[in-house]
């Protein structure tokens, strides 16, 4: 996975993305043009929608997103279909989420060493071509380390405070016209903590179904589900914490809720097997566990072909693989299955 270095105001960052992965992003936007065809509820009025709600929410990502288009000689409207609009239509419509991943946190017991992670994994192995990942620097921001899909802003991450945030789509409950993780990973880190990064999710109204999980150095570690209009907020009781695909917060937990989700025996998912296999393996570590246990963690192949670290040509593959040390402000990126062991290093 290429790692780019972007700087200035946020348009020039933008821009600098699109030039740089012009082709990337073009190819990707053909895919995701493909899909909108396809879509029974696309119209020019829910894009325009969407978009304003996006502007809305954070103007300086909204020309940072400009700014990509750019770069890459594509039209607005294009833009937006990798900034979560295919996502967002795809809500309307309840179709199965293309997206799975494992996330996780775990606090060192007697330290203040804190590490948080996830796989990436796509129903489609070809998206891991896409992938890109990126340092941010400018004045409107702390140096931030970003992994995305090319001609986003965002997926997952972390910045130069130490605070980290990592995604797992939820299925589809409740959406309205709001934003999708994409723009919300990227405001959660403008903050400092943990804290305040969970209290500014927690006024979004969003247009997708999510779990941000958030850390900072201090210790503090939130997950936050969200459907709509509504959040939960979860602190987690134990050094540890796991997340997948489904709710977990009884708020949200119902009879409204897609069976496979609330059914943990459901053939159609296996987001329950990861979040617990997850579970398992970081209440087992030892009080001296380090970034090599957490990464052959994410390399779990425990339950396969329900597992961690997915191989499945035909149903799905991990992508991409992150573990960061928040405490040093450093991280390990996979690119690939991370079982695979090849990892590059970050520092902010």
């Not at 790692?3 to 053909?30: M, S, T, V």
Request: net charge negative; charged share 25%; aromatic share 10%.
């Amino acid at each position: 996975m290429q790692i780019n270095q972007l700087k200035g105001a946020p348009f020039e960052r933008g821009r600098q993305h699109g030039a740089l992965h012009r082709d990337r992003i073009r190819a990707f936007i053909e895919e995701r043009r493909m899909k909108r065809d396809q879509s029974a509820i696309h119209s020019p009025e829910l894009l325009n929608g969407f978009i304003r709600c996006h502007q809305n929410f954070s103007p300086d990502l909204y020309e940072e997103v400009n700014g990509i288009a750019e770069g890459s000689n594509v039209s607005m409207d294009d833009i937006w279909l990798v900034n979560g609009y295919w996502r967002y239509f795809r809500e309307l419509e309840c179709l199965k989420p293309e997206t799975a991943c494992t996330s996780f946190c775990y606090r060192r017991p007697g330290t203040r060493e804190v590490f948080i992670g996830q796989t990436s994994d796509h129903s489609d192995p070809k998206t891991q071509d896409y992938m890109v990942a990126f340092t941010l620097q400018g004045n409107d921001i702390p140096e931030t380390f970003m992994v995305a899909f090319s001609g986003s802003v965002g997926l997952f991450g972390f910045n130069a405070n130490g605070l980290g945030v990592m995604l797992n789509n939820l299925p589809t409950l409740d959406v309205k016209e709001g934003v999708t993780a994409f723009f919300a990973v990227r405001e959660a880190l403008r903050c400092k903590t943990a804290r305040e990064s969970s209290e500014r999710l927690e006024k979004a109204v969003f247009g997708a179904c999510h779990h941000f999980l958030i850390a900072d150095p201090s210790g503090a570690v939130f997950g936050i589900e969200t459907a709509g209009d509504r959040t939960a907020r979860i602190t987690p009781e134990t050094e540890w914490y796991a997340h997948a695909n489904h709710y977990t917060d009884s708020r949200f937990i119902g009879p409204n809720m897609p069976p496979a989700h609330l059914d943990p025996n459901h053939a159609g998912h296996n987001s329950y097997l990861r979040q617990n296999r997850m579970s398992e393996i970081l209440q087992e570590f030892p009080d001296d566990a380090d970034e090599k246990m957490l990464l052959a963690a994410l390399g779990d192949h425990d339950h396969a072909p329900s597992c961690i670290c997915v191989h499945e040509p035909q149903n799905g593959k991990t992508c991409a693989a992150i573990v960061v040390a928040l405490h040093k402000r450093k991280a390990f990126l996979a690119t690939g299955n991370p079982c695979e062991g090849v990892f590059a290093e970050i520092r902010l």
